[in-house]
């Protein structure tokens, strides 16, 4: 069974480290490295918590700090975040799983709890670039600029920790959600709170056979060419979607990444059972009751708003598209979006208003507004774009005159894997699963160096 998930799925289940029993779990456990990131207080708060004890907050990279530290300052970190996974490794800071899935229910903030499954994804299987038909496809665009610093940390780590979430569309709930009511008769290998409001995790080791085999048949029938093409309408030449990356897009484009040039230098029979050539994720089912799409704001720093919002203007104009800005005494108050109309509310200093297009290019608004930005930043480079999550961050880091922020309007999980069928990946940041403290929190490890094989 362990072999025909790898053949026939391109899933790796014979191996996941989990800390010891001893070890703090509610200061071990982290929230991804791309939240917060223009918060550094968050990231001090962590700090502060986390103190001496073995944390994944030594084994990352918080992004809060890519763009406030030296190269030699970020080189150093990088040095430190390789030998701190050695060092928790050499000191026997964990126990070892093998030849099991683990399952993950996480209760969120709302009360809800997500299911999850956690597994090792052939990363042959996965392909970013644009117009992909592969296995695994991302549901976004990738920024290859954001890729060199997660390259550095993991080309020499000898260790990885995912904060990836796959989306399996899987509406007969056949592959994770049976797993509950089995709770009772599986092992558990932890219970606790995580930190700074993360809300709580659970999770349970999964080897029994007759369960393995059902996860297998389950995965295997949303894998086949006749399910696919029934599902959405497609025709036998395109090929079968199994699993969209829900969070994580840049994380597991670095995997891939490190791959490809890992696997140049390996003899053929290193490639197939190299342990790089898989990246740790965790499944999510996007019929999930408690997964709930977010939209991502942006955030321009920087620059003043009249200009902006003219430049947006005159930019859709010279493509002969209607569009214009009001500013408005309430932003809870503005007219709604529409089929024919996108309209985005904005936020600068002490004022509000919106945007807005007619007939739009793009299918969802954060097209509309990326498209723009994009061009907008090229040709402003004092200016600084960051994104985030919730109306009341925006509203925190707005406040000045020079900066604006964009509050988007939330995306259908529904038509994600229909979309990005029939259209591709979606502009980057198009959507959030979740706010930032329901993201996933690093928790669990996987060697991918082979001296570390022992």
């Avoid at 899933?11 to 029993?21: T, W």
């Avoid at 720093?301 to 430049?311: P, S």
């Avoid at 999550?389 to 038509?415: A, Q, R, T, W, Y």
């Amino acid at each position: 069974m362990i072999r025909q998930f790898k053949e026939d799925l391109g899933i790796d289940i014979s191996s996941v480290l989990i800390p010891k029993n001893g070890i703090s779990l509610d200061k071990w456990a982290v929230i991804a490295c791309d939240q917060y990131t223009s918060e550094p207080e968050y990231w001090e708060k962590v700090d502060k918590l986390v103190g001496g004890e073995p944390s994944t907050l030594r084994l990352i990279f918080p992004e809060v700090y890519l763009e406030r530290e030296s190269s030699d300052q970020k080189k150093q970190r990088i040095e430190k975040i390789n030998k701190t996974m050695c060092e928790y490794l050499d000191n026997g800071y964990f126990d070892e799983i093998q030849n099991s899935f683990i399952y993950i229910e996480r209760t969120v903030k709302s009360g809800k709890t997500r299911k999850g499954l956690l597994f090792a994804v052939d990363l042959e299987l996965y392909d970013f670039s644009k117009g992909s038909e592969s296995l695994i496809r991302a549901t976004e665009g990738t920024i290859l600029d954001r890729l060199p610093p997660r390259i550095q940390i993991r080309e020499k780590a000898c260790l990885e920790l995912p904060h990836i979430m796959l989306l399996v569309d899987d509406p007969d709930s056949s592959v994770i959600e049976p797993l509950e009511s089995c709770k009772e008769k599986i092992k558990k290998l932890y219970s606790f709170d995580l930190m700074m409001g993360g809300g709580h995790i659970e999770g349970y080791q999964v080897n029994d056979e007759e369960l393995l085999h059902k996860i297998y048949l389950g995965l295997k029938n949303l894998k086949s060419q006749d399910t696919f093409s029934k599902k959405y309408g497609v025709d036998s030449s395109r090929r079968p979607l199994l699993f969209a990356v829900g969070d994580g897009n840049h994380s597991l484009a670095t995997a891939k990444s490190c791959w490809e040039n890992l696997k140049k230098s390996l003899p053929e029979d290193e490639k197939a059972s190299h342990p790089a050539r898989y990246a740790l994720v965790e499944l999510v089912n996007i019929h999930d009751s408690a997964l709930e799409f977010e939209p991502i704001h942006r955030i321009l720093f920087n620059t003043d708003a009249g200009t902006l919002l003219d430049a947006f203007v005159r930019f859709y104009k010279s493509r002969g598209v209607k569009c214009g800005y009001q500013y408005a005494n309430d932003i809870n108050n503005i007219p709604s979006e529409s089929k024919t109309k996108h309209v985005i509310p904005f936020i600068t200093g002490a004022k509000t208003g919106f945007i807005w297009v007619d007939e739009p290019m793009f299918t969802i608004d954060v097209g509309t507004l990326q498209y723009f930005l994009d061009n907008f930043l090229s040709e402003n480079p004092d200016v600084d774009i960051d994104y985030v999550h919730g109306n009341e961050i925006v509203e925190k880091l707005c406040s000045s005159d020079e900066n604006i922020g964009f509050l988007l309007s939330p995306m259908n999980k529904s038509d994600l894997f229909k979309t990005v069928i029939a259209d591709g990946a979606l502009p980057r940041k198009s959507f959030s699963m979740g706010e930032a403290e329901e993201k996933r929190y690093y928790l669990e490890c996987r060697k991918i160096m082979p001296d570390y094989l022992r």
